[in-house]
């Protein structure tokens, strides 16, 4: 769970660097700053715990940690929608960056899609307003982590210094 807070981290710092939009960059660096720190809490709870032996406050504090932990992932998720769809500046030649643009880039197209479909469905009512019974959810970039196939370990697509992995090589 904590290096995959890290990726989340890496990813959002990424997005912020590119990010158009000042206000939704900052958002972004705040919302990566909260979840460094909460990832090196799960950290070292869960050393103090592996050290203490088992427990019930100390298994108390690490789940505790653990939902905090999620919860913020999930500002930093929304925090990268937000500066998606405000727009991103051009990523330098390295192949992290691109690899996060790409992965962007690909919700950002499937959320244009879904509401150009939306469009073309009316699913309104006699005033205008979206009906909301049988109304698909918009494409997010949780959901689109969560349909993405795991890799090959044996075959990085982009080394990376830190154990051969690359921000987007994980499930969240």
Do not use: Y
Not at 66 to 75: G, K, R, S, T
Not at 111 to 131: F, P, V, Y
Not at 154 to 159: A, G, M
Request: aromatic residues 2%.
């Amino acid at each position: 769970m904590v290096s995959d807070g890290q990726v989340v981290v890496k990813f959002g710092n990424i997005l912020a660097k590119h990010c158009l939009d000042q206000r939704c960059s900052m958002e972004l660096l705040r919302a990566t700053e909260h979840t460094q720190s909460i990832s090196s809490q799960l950290g070292i709870v869960a050393r103090v715990k592996a050290v203490t032996g088992e427990s019930k406050a100390s298994s108390e504090l690490l789940l505790s940690n653990v939902q905090n932990l999620i919860q913020a992932v999930q500002h930093v998720l929304r925090a990268a929608e937000a500066a998606c769809v405000k727009g991103l500046g051009q990523p330098p030649a390295d192949p992290e960056e691109e690899e996060v643009a790409a992965f962007c880039q690909q919700w950002r197209k499937n959320l244009t899609q879904h509401r150009a479909k939306e469009a073309l469905n009316s699913d309104r009512d006699e005033l205008g307003l979206r009906k909301t019974r049988g109304a698909k959810a918009e494409p997010t970039l949780m959901s689109l982590v969560q349909e993405q196939p795991p890799r090959s370990r044996n075959i990085p697509k982009h080394p990376n210094p830190r154990k051969g992995h690359t921000v987007m090589d994980r499930h969240l």
